[in-house]
């Protein structure tokens, strides 16, 4: 099954990086060759999940969360990972893809994002100047990874 993943990727990927002006132009959408490529490829296993094709789960979620963490650099702004959006787009992507694998619904596992995702957003949108303590913090979550 990776083999034949690699390969779609592969493919799809030189698909779009030659028809990403067009794509572009048509749709008025800025795309990446790499990331449109990986979402394609798990967007197919999906699909032939569902109509009871077997395939492999853990590659399926291993797509997804590169897809999961290219939406949250997209959305937090690179280079800098802003934690008002990295922390809750991880958190429900992870939530999602995996309720999409799984087939299954957890409501419990709302009773985890939802009050984080409050939490950063009113964090994010409260406007005050942080202090000295709250900025070393931010500056510790922004830089998380580097």
């Known amino acids: 099954m990776i083999t034949i993943t690699l390969g779609a990727i592969t493919a799809l990927f030189i698909a779009y990086a030659l028809s990403k002006s067009l794509i572009e132009k048509i749709f008025n959408l800025k795309i990446c060759s790499l990331c449109a490529a990986v ?37 937090s702004g690179k280079p800098k990972i802003n934690p008002f959006v990295g922390l809750p787009t991880i958190l429900a992507g992870t939530t999602l893809a995996y309720l999409i694998i799984a087939g299954i619904f957890e409501p419990v596992s709302l009773l985890i994002i939802i009050p984080v995702m409050i939490m950063m957003l009113f964090m994010g949108m409260a406007g005050k100047k942080p202090d000295a303590k709250g900025k070393a913090l931010l500056k510790k979550l ?3 990874c580097g």
């Open 39 to 75: 979402m394609t490829t798990w967007i197919g296993m999906l699909v032939m999940k569902f109509i009871g094709v077997a395939i492999d789960n853990t590659v399926l979620g291993i797509l997804m969360g590169e897809s999961i963490a290219g939406i949250m650099y997209r959305l």
């Open 142 to 144: 922004e830089n998380c």
